[in-house]
């Protein structure tokens, strides 16, 4: 399977992994906050002072720059920077990534003022991951839906599987992913297979509650335009019918004997009315309406019982 290795939205600064990492084929997009600016983590990422890189960077002003082909795998996810899926993957459009194929996510790192909990994505930086997510909808088939598994298809945030936690905390759970040994010799429950961190809390909680309408939003902007809405032509009177254009509908009936010059005051303004040749008078939303008797449409009103029309000011 072949993938669209750059994303035609953002700037091309190619870091030194982009050609040395291994291929996968991407079925998730994963976001991050970087704790710090996009310009710092871009300098740091195009050094060799970091083991770790994201695919994309989303900065407060300007498009998203590209520093890894999205078929080569970049380490900010842990686990699924590339894994062998055991199964079938379905994408959309009928595409299926069939067992045994090389997955990975796509990591979208984003500047913040150094504290993402208070400091929401920005207009620009959600217009940004908007038109990314919708454009990997369509070119890369990935569904905008919150992955339902952390190794199936779709959109996620960084901590969004749950919190990996030391084992001491909850020493008999059982954790769904299974534990690991730290740095610091601590044994740690795997909620998360995204991040091998305790306590993991990226992109904050500020971040975090504009996910869901930023997927919604690329869900909408992926989506084919709605076919027009057919507005049908008015009912149109027979041309032998020598009746007035002019139909009152969902009008009621004044009291009988209220006549044109509104003597008992019952009409305001600058209502329009027919008065009828049984002495009721009826109002007319816009001279342009049919007249429909017994407010059934496209029954005209005989215009020899209509007495009189005019506007009452
Ligand atoms: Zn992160």
Redesign the pocket.
Known sequence: MSTVQRYPGATWRPIPEASTQATIVPVIV????IVGSAAGAISVMHSDRSETEAHLVGPFRGPLVQLMPLDRRAD??WKVNAWVTPIDLQLEDGVVVPAGTVCGAI?I?TEDDGTPEDTPWNANQVDQLVRFLAWARRELHIPLVRCPDPFLPGVG???MPGMNRLKVWEPTAVPPYGSFVDGQGRTVNIYNPW?NTVG?S??AAARIAQFDGIVAAARALAEPAPPPIEIPDPPTRPEEDDNMGIIVTNAEPLPAGVIPNDPTGQLKGSAMFLLLDDGRLRHIRRPIEWVSRGGKPGIPWPTDEIVAAGVVT
């Open positions: 994963i976001l991050h906050t900010c996810n990591s790192e945030y960084h901590s991040t993991k990226c992109p």
